[in-house]
Nanobody, 124 residues
Framework: QVQVGESGGGLVQAGGPLRLSCAAA????????MGWFRQAPGKEREFVAA????????YYVDSVKGRFTISRDNAKNSVYLQMNSLKPEDTAVYYC?????????????????WGQGTQVTVSS
């Protein structure tokens, strides 16, 4: 099992950057693929980015490609989401999630472990 928790959310002006962190507790973090998801008010939770267990492959939803970067440090049991050129439509609660697999996954129902979420608000 692994427990995850997000940090780094906040209020930022449009065009600015923000970096989210996700810390995991568990001895086998390096065997988990990690993902970031977000949920805006009144909308369903959606996939944002994923990274495989070794950090060699990443995948993004089209709306964040070129602006967001997912990365991980297995030595620190952490995964990150660097968000640049933020837009008001990026406003949401951002969640970190983990699934025991070597590849990466975009489907919400594949992920077994979720954090509590961190609020990101982008002002125009």
């Amino acid at each position: 099992q692994v427990q995850v928790g997000e940090s780094g959310g906040g209020l930022v002006q449009a065009g600015g950057p923000l970096r989210l962190s996700c810390a995991a507790a568990g001895r086998t973090f390096s065997s988990y693929a990690m993902g970031w998801f977000r949920q805006a008010p009144g909308k369903e939770r959606e996939f944002v980015a994923a990274i495989n267990s070794r950090g060699l492959n990443t995948y993004y939803v089209d709306s964040v490609k070129g602006r967001f970067t997912i990365s991980r440090d297995n030595a620190k049991n952490s995964v990150y989401l660097q968000m640049n050129s933020l837009k008001p439509e990026d406003t949401a609660v951002y969640y970190c999630a983990a699934v025991s697999m070597t590849g990466w996954a975009t489907a919400i129902n594949l992920y077994d472990y979720w954090g509590q979420g961190t609020q990101v608000t982008v002002s125009s």
